[in-house]
């Protein structure tokens, strides 16, 4: 079965570290970008960051720069997120998502045709 | 960044039902990139749309997008039970954003 599948979440206290894992299996996942978009309990949908498929071209919302890293290990079809300075405003629920590019004026973007069913990540003290 | 703009928030109809909901983009979203997504409770979003008008694979022919300048609309054309949920559109003509949601339960 083509799915995706998270690991990784749970309670941190403000300013603490979590680090988030997605394997990929049944299809080619070294030719896909690859996403982590976060929905905030009882909130939407909201797109954290995006990496291509050599990891050498990596996209983040403002609110999660110079806090968040995203990578990626094609060998082990596998995707991370390294959140550090966490902040209760990032409590939510984590997907992992295959990314189909769009390219306009040169930049890319992306919708999302595959989806894990996420881990939940609470910051509270 | 664009703000998408969906409506109604809630939309209570009945099985059999047309449905009809709207995302308007705050400006132009390049190349039609925008996307709708069903979400059922306690599980992931599923791909409806891409494109605007484009079926992803597996997606009934009941499902159907459209656009119109900055207004763009996803038509049910029979609801089915299964139907009701939450529905999310998404534009990537630039750095992702998506609409805050339009709920469809039954009446």
């Known amino acids: 079965e083509v799915q995706l599948v998270e690991s990784g979440g749970g309670l941190v206290q403000p300013g603490e570290s979590l680090r988030l894992s997605c394997v990929g299996s049944e299809f080619t996942y070294r030719v896909y970008w690859m996403s982590w978009v976060r929905q905030a309990p009882g909130k939407g949908l909201e797109w954290v960051a995006t990496i291509k498929q050599d990891g050498n071209e990596k996209q983040y919302v403002d609110s999660v720069k110079g806090r968040f890293t995203i990578s990626r290990d094609n060998a082990k079809n596998s995707l991370s997120l390294q959140m550090n300075s966490l902040r209760a405003e990032d409590t939510a629920v984590y997907y992992c998502?295959?990314?189909?590019?769009?390219?306009?004026?040169?930049?890319?973007?992306?919708?999302?045709?595959?989806w894990g069913r996420g881990t939940l990540v609470t910051v509270s003290s | 960044e664009i703000v998408l703009t969906q409506s109604p928030g809630t939309l209570s109809l009945s099985p059999g039902d047309r449905a009809t909901l709207s995302c308007r983009a705050s400006q132009s979203v390049s190349s039609s990139y925008l996307a709708w997504y069903q979400q059922k409770p306690g599980q992931a979003p599923r791909l409806l749309i891409y494109g605007a008008i484009s079926r992803a694979t597996g997606i009934p022919d009941r499902f159907s997008g459209s656009e119109s300048g900055t207004d763009f609309t996803l038509s049910i054309s029979r609801l089915e039970p299964e139907d009701f949920a939450v529905y999310y559109c998404?534009?990537?003509?630039?750095?992702?954003?998506f609409g805050g949601g339009t709920k469809v339960e039954i009446k």
């Open positions: 998502a295959r990314a189909r590019w769009g390219l306009v004026a040169s930049q890319f973007s992306w919708y999302f045709d595959l």
């Open positions: 998404q534009q990537y003509g630039s750095s992702p954003t």
